[in-house]
């Protein structure tokens, strides 16, 4: 009853703590009350794609200052302009999607309805990736901001960052609607802080002629020296087309919203586009004209280009600090999109087999627990990997958005032509637009960007594919094996059972029992490291009077399993048609922490007999308890194996 009672409490500490991080379980009925209004979707599934403003300009401004010179800085505008249009193209060719998918059309979707298996695994290990990336990207860039406003956090980078994937990683686990109340509050505080910014500085800029800020002189020692040429434009226009990541969230989230599910998808859609457009264009035309560079290229100390912004407009005032903490809050909640849609992209994967069932149960909360877990530590490897710099990943993550957005759209152009629905050329129009912008966008992409890290994730997607088939080969393996058969005779199987023991005691006396309950067919097997103890393990058998024979196997190496899985070896070579049954006895402590205390020996052999073919392990656990006398053990303790 102690045991028990104690057992009892651990469960209801655990359960109480569980409760306050996660929250009340909900019942499958509560699923559709966890949908998302337009307003909170926005926050949830948007915060991605708006975030990426703090980081694509500056991402353009680094790469034609460092690959070139001052001077073509300028060259900004005309290669913001063109991933705005690209951002268009992008966003009305999702509205299609959304519209011939109200179920969910994300990319893996898509491509398995229209092209098939190879172009859908692809999309999906390019979106698998792209999710992590994402995660990480998205903190390491909010670590950023915190850096610019208080720089002596620096050098705490990556502790930073991981504390703050595991504070959304557990507010995911929280189930989807209370996390977009949780997010909602912050994205929206952005938007206004940049809107606000935008405006002012649009102001101030107009009342002075539009005049153009030179560039801080640091920047001219600091500069590159190479000429402007094709290829550095297009890996400039590459980097800034990181503010296209998250933009196919939303028809991946189809089904989060509330009905009518798709209308609202498409409407949140646009909001999220038109919103972007004028966010990246806004602060990439007042970087240009305020003169803003990438400090941390030009100078010692660090400032991120919508810092510099911020503080030309608003000085060091209280503005300046809520700028900074709206972005840090925007940047840490875009990690946001990739929890919504990496367990969810997961899910489709196990469901069709190519990824562990795991990934396809809820929790307590109705969230995919599995696929948030494994994004949260994923995307934990990665950010310390890359030492908590965003820098140092933009290059991974273009070319996993692009892939999927290109295969989308080709399955968009494949599904036109096929079904030939009411205005289906119009459709067909746009996403061949989509899709061939989209393509050349990767092989830019691709090529431009390959020595500075898109190669890792264009060895990373084959790999990936590889490792989906292996496990869709494997459930369809186990799947025919385990196919109905015609069911067996029960009379017509023999037991043998074999007990090992550690000593003559109460738990080996239970054993035998209970062995000696199930069948007549009972042997009980001894492994010793110790010749010594031999003949008094002999005595103590006889002394027993029991009709079970014992044998007694020396291992001179110290060796528990391999000599008693040559025993089972060689009880299967004489009963080759018996059933063979091992029974453990187990011994389990009053509280959990005495377990440690124990040798844990039923547990290695459950765990060597578990991939041993044909063979039955039962355990017989005993419970220890206060009021029980301790059992004798009349065998020596020294060298004592099983």
């Known amino acids: 009853e102690s045991a028990a009672a104690g057992r009892g409490q651990a469960r209801r500490a655990y359960g109480r703590v569980k409760r306050v991080v996660i929250g009340a379980p909900l019942s499958t009925a509560a699923a559709a009350h966890e949908r998302l209004t337009k307003a909170k979707a926005l926050a949830v599934l948007s915060s991605d794609a708006l975030s990426s403003v703090a980081y694509a300009t500056e991402e353009i401004l680094r790469v034609l200052l460092i690959g070139a010179a001052v001077s073509a800085l300028s060259l900004s505008l005309p290669i913001g302009a063109a991933i705005v249009a690209l951002l268009v193209i992008v966003g009305v060719s999702y509205r299609q999607t959304i519209k011939a998918y109200p179920a969910g059309g994300g990319s893996y979707i898509v491509a398995k309805d229209n092209l098939g298996e190879l172009p859908a695994l692809t999309a999906g290990a390019a979106l698998l990736v792209d999710y992590v990336l994402t995660v990480a990207v998205s903190i390491a860039a909010a670590i950023a901001a915190l850096v610019s406003a208080v720089p002596e956090l620096h050098t705490h980078r990556v502790a930073v960052g991981l504390s703050l994937i595991a504070l959304v990683t557990v507010l995911n686990l929280r189930g989807i609607r209370e996390s977009g109340t949780i997010f909602a509050v912050p994205t929206y505080l952005f938007l206004v802080g940049i809107f606000v910014m935008i405006a002012v500085g649009l102001v101030r800029n107009a009342a002075d002629g539009f005049a153009v800020q030179e560039v801080p002189t640091e920047a001219e020692t600091f500069a590159g020296s190479g000429a402007i040429t094709l290829f550095l434009v297009l890996r400039a226009f590459s980097s800034g087309c990181a503010a296209l990541t998250g933009v196919e969230a939303i028809s991946d989230g189809v089904p989060a919203f509330q009905p009518p599910e798709w ?8 909001a999220m586009i038109g919103i972007l457009a004028v966010t990246f264009a806004g602060i990439t035309f007042l970087a240009h004209q305020f003169g803003a560079v990438p400090l941390e290229a030009t100078a010692g100390n660090y400032e991120t280009v919508v810092s510099q912004i911020a503080r030309e407009i608003f000085g060091g005032g209280p503005a300046y600090y809520y700028i900074q903490f709206a972005t840090l809050a925007i940047l840490i909640l875009a990690a946001n999109t990739a929890y919504s849609d990496f367990p969810r992209l997961a899910f489709f ?3 069709d087999r190519y990824l562990p ?12 627990t599995t696929g948030i877990i494994t994004l ?19 290059p991974l993550y273009a070319v996993g958005v692009f892939t999927a957005f290109t295969l989308s759209q080709s399955g968009m152009i494949a599904r036109w032509r096929r079904l030939r629905e009411a205005g289906w050329q119009r459709g067909l129009a746009i996403n ?3 899709a061939v912008t989209c393509g050349i966008v990767t092989l830019v992409v691709g090529v431009s960007r390959f020595t500075q890290g898109a190669w890792v994730v264009i060895v990373l997607i084959p790999i990936l594919i ?50 000696r309950s199930v069948s007549d067919n009972v042997a009980a097997v001894h492994v010793t490291d110790d010749p010594a103890e031999i003949e008094a393990m002999r005595a103590a058998w006889a002394a027993l009077g029991t009709d079970v024979p014992l044998t007694i196997i020396e291992s001179p190496y110290r060796s528990l399993v391999g000599p008693l899985l040559a025993y089972l070896d060689e009880v299967d070579r004489q009963r080759p048609d018996d059933v063979l049954t091992v029974v453990l006895p187990e011994f389990v402590a009053r509280h959990w922490w005495e377990q440690a205390l124990h040798n844990q020996t039923a547990l290695r052999l459950k765990a060597a007999l578990l991939f041993r073919p044909g063979t039955v392990v039962t355990s017989v656990p005993y419970h220890l308890e206060r009021d029980r006398p301790a059992p004798t053990d009349p065998t020596p303790t020294a060298g004592r194996r099983l």
């Not at 994923?378 to 990943?393: D, N, Q, T």
């Not at 009379?491 to 209970?514: C, D, F, K, M, W």
Request: net charge positive.
């Open 432 to 434: 061949i637009a989509g």
């Open 466 to 515: 590889a490792m989906f088939r292996g496990v869709h080969r494997h459930y369809d393996t186990t799947a025919a094996e385990l196919a109905a058969q015609t069911p067996l005779d029960p009379g017509e199987i023999a037991h043998t059972l074999i007990v090992p023991v550690a000593a003559v005691n109460r738990v080996a006396r239970q054993t035998l029992a209970y062995a």
């Open 349 to 351: 994967l196990a469901r």
């Open 263 to 270: 209308k609202n998808a498409r409407t949140t859609l646009t």
């Open 376 to 394: 949260g530590v994923l995307s934990g490897l990665m950010l310390a990997g890359f030492g908590g710099e965003a820098g140092r990943m933009i």
């Open 357 to 368: 069932r795991q990934f396809t149960f809820r929790g307590d909360r109705l969230a995919f």
